[in-house]
């Protein structure tokens, strides 16, 4: 039998989650003393569950107002979406040699589903977010490297907490994204690029995401071979 999760882990564990879920949002002021009622467990480990959230970079702290739920401030996101970019294509690279064809089979069909939530009028950004997210970890969870798979579910967990691209990403980017997803897909199928190719083909994928978004605003990000 495993143990039982300490105060600590169970406080730290439902704030998390109320974080990345959306329901405490950005800005949201997390007060030790009403979580504590909340959780009836006493304030000591809602504090240490809170100072983990901070260095996760979930929480920050402003004086003379105490915990807030961190906010993504002007480029913040891109520089997020960015590092994403970087990791996703090395582990999208590092996984097609371990790729499985249930593995294809699984992200073929979350990927259907997100064309068909593009093609619904009234799309449910929480469901098209969440889809999006287990169709990359369909993949970058093959590549063999748990340090780059707990890097990415903890940038991830950011981007979902900030609910930056939860407002942006459904409208301006999905019905293209979809169609990346299947090209991407293909070459995995094919198996006839090299690591260097799909390293690039999938970081290209994700920063697309980034230019997508700043045309909508009058600018554009270069591309990755120009960075």
């Not at 800005?27 to 959780?39: F, I, N, P």
């Not at 977010?129 to 780059?148: I, S, T």
């Not at 083909?201 to 009058?218: D, Q, S, Y």
Request: glycine share 6%; proline share 4%.
């Amino acid at each position: 039998m495993h143990p039982e999760p300490s105060k600590h882990e169970i406080a730290y564990r439902e704030i998390r989650e109320r974080i990345v879920d959306g329901r405490y949002g950005p800005g949201h002021r997390l007060v030790l003393s009403s979580l504590a009622r909340e959780l009836d467990i006493s304030p000591v480990p809602v504090r240490e569950a809170i100072r983990r959230l901070e260095a996760e970079g979930l929480v920050h702290f402003e004086r003379n107002v105490g915990a807030r739920v961190a906010k993504l401030q002007d480029d913040e996101w891109e520089q997020l979406v960015e590092m994403l970019a970087l990791l996703d294509g090395f582990a999208f690279a590092a996984a097609a040699p371990r790729i499985t064809p249930p593995d294809l089979a699984e992200a073929r069909g979350l990927n259907a589903s997100l064309r068909e939530a593009a093609s619904t009028e009234q799309m449910d950004h929480g469901a098209v977010m969440l889809l999006h997210r287990r169709f990359h970890r369909a993949l970058y969870r093959c590549c063999g490297n748990r340090y780059v798979i707990e890097s990415l579910d903890g940038i991830w967990d950011r981007i979902d907490a900030s609910r930056v691209l939860m407002t942006l990403y459904p409208a301006l980017r999905l019905s293209t994204a979809v169609d990346e997803h299947d090209a991407l897909l293909d070459r995995l199928e094919r198996g006839e690029d090299d690591a260097g190719v799909l390293e690039a083909c999938a970081r290209e994928h994700n920063l697309n995401a980034i230019r997508t978004i700043r045309k909508n605003v009058g600018t554009e990000v270069p591309s990755a071979s120009e960075q």
